[in-house]
């Protein structure tokens, strides 16, 4: 069982940044692959980022390439995501997610524990 922390989000002006956290109960943390998902009002959930478990495999979504930055430290048990250049169609509540596998998941039905989310909204 993982429970999951996110922290971090806020209002921003467009091309600003911010660093979203996600604090993870348990003793086996580096074992989970973690990925964060983002959603707006009556929209489908959507993929972001997410990272293996040693942090060797990532991926991103197209939308977000070059401007996020997904890491974890094991050690701590947290997984980030580093929000550059946002725009204003970053507006979302952002999710951490987690799931014991091999390869960084983008599959929002791929991920068994999440977080109750995270507001970002940037402004114009």
């Known amino acids: 069982q993982v429970q999951l922390v996110e922290s971090g989000g806020g209002l921003v002006q467009a091309g600003g940044s911010l660093r979203l956290s996600c604090a993870a109960s348990?003793?086996?943390?580096?074992?989970?692959?973690m990925g964060w998902f983002r959603q707006v009002p009556g929209k489908e959930r959507e993929f972001v980022a997410a990272?293996?478990?040693?942090?060797?495999?990532?991926n991103y979504a197209d939308s977000v390439k070059g401007r996020f930055t997904i890491s974890r430290d094991n050690a701590k048990n947290t997984v980030y995501l580093q929000m550059n250049s946002l725009k204003p169609e970053d507006t979302a509540v952002y999710y951490c997610?987690?799931?014991?596998?091999?390869?960084?998941?983008?599959?929002?039905?791929?991920?068994?524990?999440w977080g109750q989310g995270t507001q970002v909204t940037v402004s114009s």
């Open positions: 997610a987690a799931d014991r596998a091999i390869v960084a998941l983008t599959g929002k039905y791929d991920y068994d524990y």
């Open positions: 990272m293996s478990w040693s942090g060797g495999m990532t």
């Open positions: 348990g003793r086996t943390f580096s074992a989970y692959v």
